[in-house]
């Protein structure tokens, strides 16, 4: 079936440093990629997207390249903020899977100012 | 502004109890999700469902049902609550037959304790 991994957190950084976040994934089709984000005491709200292969998402300075050949979608961004402390989330949906997201377990970002 | 609202943020229930979790969006949404988020798991899909009255069954739907009257407004009911329910309840909900191309807009969650 489908799954979706990423790294295990938590990941401390500190301010204005490199950010990565790994995720792999496993579809049987050709999946939709989705990056969620979620601060502290709020729900998730969708950070970026991307729907076929090599599409690139990118919002707030954060991007992620869709890899069919590696079957991932890191996430990254070049100078990271104390406001990007939170959980982030990596996902896929599969319309053979019935529109359903798939998450991974999260990870933890914590940044030092 | 895209809302989905969740009927509490916290609730404490006691094991046995019938637990009823509200989620309502103002979007006009075919698709509603229930969630179940703990750590070191990400979320679980419990229960969805694609238009009034039709519910699906998602990854992990034991000791839970659901209801869909109106469009607007998806119900969790847990019959008879237990410890291992305890946990963090997102509601979720997306447009349209080719969800799968599109964002999924989440309440702000119900951290329901069952002692």
């Known amino acids: 079936g489908n799954s979706v991994t990423q790294m295990e957190g938590p990941v401390t950084l500190s301010e204005e440093a490199f950010l990565t976040i790994n995720c792999t994934y496993t579809?049987?089709?050709?999946?939709?990629l989705f990056w969620y984000v979620q601060y502290p005491g709020e729900g998730l709200q969708l950070l970026l997207k991307?729907?076929?292969?090599?599409d690139k998402g990118s919002n707030k300075g954060f991007e992620a390249t869709y890899r069919k050949e590696t079957t991932s979608f890191h996430l990254e961004k070049g100078s990271v903020q104390v406001s990007d402390s939170a959980v982030y989330f990596c996902?896929?949906?599969?319309?053979?899977?019935?529109?359903?997201?798939?998450f991974g377990a999260g990870t933890i970002l914590r940044v030092k100012s | 502004d895209v809302k989905v609202t969740q009927s509490s943020r916290y609730l404490v229930k006691r094991t046995g109890e019938k637990v009823f979790l509200e989620c309502v969006q103002d979007?006009?949404?075919?698709?509603m999700f229930w969630y179940r988020q703990d750590p070191g798991l990400g979320l679980r899909l419990i229960y969805f469902?694609?238009?009034?009255?039709?519910?699906e069954k998602g990854d992990i739907p034991e000791g839970y049902s659901v209801s869909r009257e109106k469009k607007e407004r998806f119900s969790l009911i847990l019959e008879s609550a237990s410890t291992n329910q305890t946990s963090m309840y997102l509601c979720?909900?997306?447009?349209?037959?080719?969800?799968?191309?599109?964002?999924?807009?989440f309440g702000p969650g119900t951290r329901l304790t069952v002692t």
């Open positions: 979720a909900s997306s447009s349209g037959l080719a969800g799968y191309l599109y964002e999924q807009y």
């Open positions: 579809a049987t089709g050709y999946p939709s």
């Open positions: 991307a729907t076929k292969a090599d």
């Open positions: 996902a896929l949906s599969e319309r053979e899977y019935g529109n359903k997201l798939v």
């Open positions: 979007m006009d949404h075919e698709n």
């Open positions: 469902s694609y238009d009034v009255k039709m519910k």
